[in-house]
């Protein structure tokens, strides 16, 4: 009898601790790393693809939380226009509003640059947020493989048809969302569209690659610019990034406790894009607010000015 009471009585004392005293500090270290910056943006204008949902939506909300004048790039509107309402309403700041972009479309990437270089003279943080994962064998509309052609080509032709903008407001960021999956990715310079084999998981790794790839030659041709270009993993985030699996996405709602929020996953775009010691850094890494280890492919330089000349070609741009 007494072993009962006192089962039940240790019961009592475990699941408090349990809810109250475990669960945080659990909670806080899925968190990761914060932005402790308390950079304040009046009179600054940014730029954020996909930022109707998930990481850029949050990342929009703290940037015009800090008083940026905030334009959500997005292809779905009537999504973005209402995550547009509700970070106006959530801040106080009026300046943020949608405008359409769809990267999987170059035409709508230059219909979305045309127009913004018309209704804006500065840029002053561009912040390639917008990705895709695990999508089933597709193209873009003109004809690149989907992961390559939104995570990577996309981003790749909207920042050079801003760079001008970017420099004539210097100092100004750029900020890249890459991934840790980027250690499991290649670039297939034999087989860039995939034609000839084609694994999803695969597909979004050797993008993710891209995008580091990307920012370490950017970098490099940014020197004495005033620009800076650096790229991030966000953690691992509840979001609506595993839609395109049916099976992820289901263990994903499951287990959101173990992920980071939307909001905790932005910390490290927040970061680059605003804290103070990072001014004059470029090309570099980062996760959870701090620098981060890049793999053996994402250090190649010769592997990123291939990838540089190769995007060129794809997109018929001629980039010095
Ligand atoms: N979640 C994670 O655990 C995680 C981990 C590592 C890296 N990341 C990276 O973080 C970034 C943001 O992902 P997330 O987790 O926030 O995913 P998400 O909730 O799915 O958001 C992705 C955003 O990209 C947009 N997008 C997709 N295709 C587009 C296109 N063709 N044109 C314009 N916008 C397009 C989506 O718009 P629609 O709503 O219209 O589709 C959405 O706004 C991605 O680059 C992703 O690779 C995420």
């Not at 801040?91 to 949608?98: H, L, M, P």
């Not at 900020?175 to 998981?201: C, M, P, T, W």
Request: glycine residues 8%.
């Amino acid at each position: 009898m007494l072993g009962f009471v006192g089962s039940v009585l240790a019961l009592f004392a475990f699941v408090p601790l349990l809810v109250f005293v475990v669960a945080p500090i659990f909670r806080k270290f899925i968190a990761g790393g914060v932005c402790k910056s308390a950079a304040k943006l009046n009179g600054k204008v940014v730029v954020i693809t996909g930022a109707n949902t998930g990481i850029g939506k949050e990342t929009a909300r703290d940037l015009a939380g800090r008083g940026a004048k905030v334009i959500l790039a997005c292809r779905d509107m009537a999504k973005a226009e209402k995550a547009a309402c509700e970070i106006r309403t959530t801040t106080g700041n009026q300046q943020v509003t949608a405008k359409k972009l769809d990267l999987a479309d170059t035409k709508s990437i230059r219909e979305f640059a045309e127009n913004f270089l018309k209704e804006e003279k500065e840029l002053h943080i561009l912040i390639n947020n917008a990705g895709v994962m695990l999508c089933p064998y597709s193209k873009t509309a003109d004809g690149f493989e989907m992961h390559l052609g939104v995570n990577h080509l996309g981003h790749f032709l909207l920042t050079f048809l801003l760079i001008d903008c970017l420099k004539q407001s210097a100092p100004a960021r750029i900020v890249n969302v890459s991934s840790l999956a980027h250690h499991g990715g290649r670039i297939r310079f034999h087989d860039l569209q995939g034609e000839k084999s084609y694994n999803r998981s695969l597909a979004y790794c050797h993008s993710k690659l891209a995008n580091i790839l990307f920012t370490r030659e950017l970098a490099r041709r940014l020197q004495g610019t005033g620009v800076t270009v650096n790229v991030l993993h966000p953690g691992t985030v509840s979001s609506e990034l595993p839609r395109h699996s049916a099976i992820l996405d289901i263990v994903w709602k499951r287990s959101s406790f173990f992920l980071k929020t939307p909001a905790e996953g932005a910390q490290t775009s927040v970061y680059c894009a605003v804290a103070e010691e990072l001014e004059s850094v470029s090309g570099k890494y980062f996760s959870d607010c701090k620098p981060a280890y890049v793999s053996p492919q994402g250090r190649n330089e010769e592997t990123a000015k291939k990838l540089w000349d190769v995007s060129c070609e794809l997109l018929g741009i001629h980039w010095d």
